[in-house]
T-cell receptor, first 114, second 114 residues
């Protein structure tokens, strides 16, 4: 089956710094990847749709200058949280879609900003 | 527009008992429906999905769900709960004629007592 690798699984960073999260589709090509944010005891909130070779599409209310998304290849999308603040602490999950397997989710990244 | 309602943020069962997690959806078109499971600090794993055809869908780990159009429901069941089933479960709906991006419910935490 399809596998999506997300790295790192956990990261702690200081307030004001930036952190990059990688999402890779290991055995398939994904022209579209998705980034979600999950708050404690809450559902997944779609942040943005990452399109290979073009700009990401952000959901309403998501700051595109704060959450930078790059989809440089058919197997890699990155999310960079810039100038992180404690309120950015959350669980971030990526997902990749292909026509054969539908949506496959990464294992998530727990971001803690101190 | 589409939405998902999961009744009960927590469901508690004894090991060996029937598991029933409720999901009702709202969609203006015939939907695709999904159930995902999430273990602590992990991504989402697809349990099962309904697209077209047979309304009773069997998934992994002994779970199944039935699509009932008249009730706009897609409840998840398992005849006998196992301790390893304790996790967060998410129901999701997507519009096959639109973006396909799933909309998630708020999740139900399944607690299994020995």
């Amino acid at each position: 089956g399809a596998v999506v690798s997300q790295h790192p699984s956990r990261v702690i960073c200081k307030s004001g710094t930036s952190v990059k999260i990688e999402c890779r589709s290991l055995d398939f090509q994904a022209t579209t990847m998705f980034w979600y944010r999950q708050f404690p005891k809450k559902s997944l909130m779609l942040m943005a749709t990452s399109n290979e070779g073009s700009k990401a599409t952000y959901e309403q209310g998501v700051e595109k200058d704060k959450f930078l998304i790059n989809h440089a290849s058919l197997t890699l999308s990155t999310l960079t949280v810039t100038s992180a603040h404690p309120e950015d602490s959350s669980f971030y999950i990526c997902s990749a879609r292909d026509r054969f397997h539908g949506y496959t989710f990464g294992s998530g990244t727990r971001l803690t900003v101190v | 527009a589409q939405s998902v309602t999961q009744l009960g943020s927590h469901v508690s069962v004894s090991e060996g008992a029937l598991v029933l997690l409720r999901c009702n959806y709202s969609s203006s078109v015939p939907p695709y429906l999904f159930w995902y499971v999430q273990y602590p600090n992990q991504g989402l794993q697809l349990l099962l999905k309904y697209t077209t055809g047979a309304t009773l869908v069997k998934g992994i780990n002994g779970f199944e769900a039935e699509f009932k159009k008249s009730e706009t429901s897609f409840h998840l069941t398992k005849p006998s709960a196992h301790m390893s089933d304790a996790a967060e479960y998410f129901c999701a709906v997507s519009d096959p004629g639109g973006s396909y991006i799933p909309t998630f419910g708020r999740g139900t935490s399944l607690i299994v007592h020995p």
